[in-house]
C-alpha cells in the first residue's frame, strides 16, 4: 500500500483558506486519494476524494497534479470547528482496509 | 449515505472482565467489515478484518484469542475485548467499505475502552 506523508501540524485563523498537502510517491495505477477528517473521540469522516485533476465538493477541494504523487486538500474559508486531524490515504477503499498515516492536525485560531 | 453505527460509545470495565463492542451497518449489507484501534494523539491501526461466515484474520501483533470477532450476520460485526486489562485502553473504531469500488468508507462513531 502506499504511503503517506504529510505535515504533523497547522494552525490557521478563522476565514482563512487552508492547504495541506499529502506526499504519496509510490502511488499505484488504481489508488484513489481519499481525505478524512476525524474529531477528538469520534470515527472518521469522509471529506473527499479523487483520482486526477481537481475534485470540489460543498465542504473541499482536492488537488492532484499530473503524476499523482502528491495532493492537496484546499479547506476554504475555515472556522473554528474545522479544527481537527486530517488524514489522507491511498488505496482502494472499496476493496480493503485502508491505511491511516499520521495525519495532520489542523488549530484554526479566532 | 451509508451509516455504520457503534455500540456502546464508551465503557469502563474492570480488569478481567470482558467487553462487547458491536458494530452494525444500518442500510447496507457488508460482507467484510475492519476493526482499528486508535491510543491517544496517535493514528488508526488496523487490529483484524472481519469477514461474514468465515473467521476473522488479524494483523501482525495482534492477539486473536484477546480480541474474538464475530461476524455472524451480513449487518452486525462484535469486537470481544477479552480479560481485559489497562493496556487495552483504547478508542475502538469500525468500519465497513464503499459499497463499489473506490468509494469512501464509512466509520463507526468509535468506542472509548477504558478499563480500570
Known amino acids: 500500500l502506499a504511503k503517506t506523508t504529510q505535515p504533523i501540524s497547522m494552525d490557521s485563523y478563522e476565514g482563512q483558506e487552508v492547504n495541506i498537502t499529502c506526499s504519496h510517491n509510490?502511488?499505484?495505477?488504481?489508488?484513489?486519494i481519499t481525505w478524512y477528517q476525524q474529531f477528538p473521540s469520534q470515527g472518521p469522516r469522509f471529506i473527499i476524494q479523487?483520482?486526477?485533476t481537481k475534485v470540489t465538493n460543498e465542504v473541499a477541494s482536492l488537488f492532484i497534479p499530473a503524476d499523482r504523487k502528491s495532493s492537496t486538500l484546499s479547506l476554504p474559508r475555515v472556522s473554528l470547528s474545522d479544527t481537527a486531524v486530517y488524514y489522507c490515504l491511498v488505496g482502494e477503499p472499496g476493496r480493503r482496509a485502508l491505511t491511516f498515516g499520521s495525519g495532520t492536525r489542523l488549530q484554526v485560531q479566532p | 449515505g451509508a451509516v455504520v453505527s457503534q455500540h456502546p460509545s464508551w465503557v469502563i470495565c474492570k480488569s478481567g472482565t470482558s467487553v462487547k463492542i458491536e458494530c452494525r451497518s444500518l442500510?447496507?449489507?457488508?460482507?467484510?467489515m475492519f476493526w482499528y484501534r486508535q491510543f491517544p494523539k496517535q493514528s488508526l491501526m488496523l487490529m483484524a478484518t472481519?469477514?461474514?461466515?468465515?473467521?476473522?484474520?488479524?494483523e501482525q501483533g495482534v492477539e486473536k484469542d484477546k480480541f474474538l470477532i464475530n461476524h455472524a450476520s451480513l449487518t452486525l460485526s462484535t469486537l470481544t475485548v477479552t480479560s481485559a486489562h489497562p493496556e487495552d485502553s483504547s478508542f475502538y473504531i469500525c468500519s465497513a467499505p464503499g459499497r463499489g469500488l473506490n468509494t469512501e468508507a464509512f466509520f463507526g462513531q468509535g468506542t472509548r475502552l477504558t478499563v480500570v
Open positions: 472481519s469477514n461474514e461466515g468465515s473467521k476473522a484474520t488479524y
Open positions: 479523487g483520482y486526477k
Open positions: 442500510d447496507f449489507q457488508a460482507t467484510t
Open positions: 509510490n502511488i499505484a495505477t488504481n489508488d484513489y
